[in-house]
C-alpha cells in the first residue's frame, strides 16, 4: 500500500524567514506530485505538480519554489515567508493521467507566519 | 478558463434529511468531475469522479451525475448522517491538463 508523509506537521515562523516543507511518497514508483495551499476554511489552490525526478512545473506565483530531488520526494520552500503564506500545505500523488487520476493527499503542514 | 462554482458556503441539515450541494464548471474542453470531502483538521479525500454524461456514480451512500448539457454535478444524498458534516469540494480537471481547479467549498453541517 501506498503511503504519503509530509514534514514538519505544523510550524510558526517569523515573516522574511526561510522555508522548507517536505513530502514523501512510500510504495509508489514515479508518482505524479502535486503541492496545494489551503487558507483556513478556504479552498485548495494547486501550486506545483510534477511527473519526473528533477521536473517541476509552477500553476500560480506565490514567491514559492519547488523540487523534487528523488523520485519519492518533493519539496517546496521559500527564502523570505510573507505572512500571505500562513496557511495549510498539502501535498498529494496520482498514479498517472494527468490531474483526471484521482490524486490521494498527505495529512498536510499547517504554517503560521507572524 | 476553467472554472467550478459551488454556490452553497454553508448547509445546516438534521441527520435523516436529503442534501443536495450544487457544483457547475465553465471549460472548453471534455470535463473530469470530482467531489471531495475533508473532515475537520484532516486531509481532503475523494467522494466520487465521473467523466461520462448523464450517468449516476455512486459512493457511500452519495451520489451524482454529470451533466455536460448544464455543466453540472450536484452532490446528493438521500439521508445525511451526523458523520457526514465536513467541508465538500467540487473540482475540474480537463483531458491533457495537469491542474486540478477546485471551488470555493460547501461546509456541512448535520444536526441531531
Known amino acids: 500500500a501506498q503511503t504519503i508523509h509530509q514534514w514538519p506537521v505544523a510550524e510558526i515562523k517569523a515573516v522574511g524567514s526561510p522555508l522548507s516543507l517536505g513530502c514523501t511518497i512510500k510504495g509508489k514508483s514515479s508518482p505524479n506530485l502535486y503541492w496545494y495551499w489551503q487558507a483556513t476554511g478556504g479552498t485548495l489552490q494547486q501550486l506545483f505538480y510534477s511527473i519526473t525526478v528533477g521536473q517541476v512545473e509552477s500553476v500560480v506565483q506565490l514567491n514559492l519554489s519547488a523540487s523534487r530531488p528523488k523520485d519519492d520526494q518533493f519539496i517546496l520552500s521559500t527564502e523570505k515567508l510573507l505572512l500571505s503564506h500562513s496557511g495549510f500545505y498539502l501535498c498529494?500523488?496520482?498514479?498517472?493521467?494527468?490531474?483526471?487520476?484521482?490524486?490521494?493527499f498527505g495529512p498536510g503542514t499547517r504554517l503560521l507566519v507572524l | 478558463g476553467d472554472s467550478v462554482t459551488q454556490t452553497e458556503g454553508l448547509v445546516t441539515l438534521t441527520k435523516g434529511l436529503p442534501v443536495m450541494l450544487n457544483c457547475t464548471y465553465q471549460?472548453?474542453?471534455?470535463?473530469?468531475l470530482f467531489w471531495y470531502v475533508q473532515h475537520l483538521n484532516e486531509a481532503p479525500k475523494l467522494l466520487l469522479k465521473s467523466s461520462t454524461d448523464n450517468k449516476r456514480t455512486e459512493h457511500q451512500g452519495f451520489y451524482a451525475t454529470l451533466h455536460k448539457s448544464s455543466s453540472s454535478f450536484h452532490l446528493q444524498k438521500s439521508s445525511v448522517q451526523l458523520s457526514d458534516s465536513a467541508l465538500y469540494f467540487c473540482?475540474?480537471?480537463?483531458?491533457?491538463?495537469?491542474?486540478?481547479?477546485f471551488g470555493s467549498g460547501t461546509q456541512l453541517t448535520v444536526m441531531p
Open positions: 498529494a500523488w496520482s498514479r498517472t493521467g494527468g490531474a483526471r487520476d484521482t490524486q490521494y
Open positions: 471549460t472548453t474542453y471534455s470535463p473530469f
Open positions: 473540482a475540474l480537471s480537463d483531458l491533457g491538463s495537469w491542474q486540478l481547479i
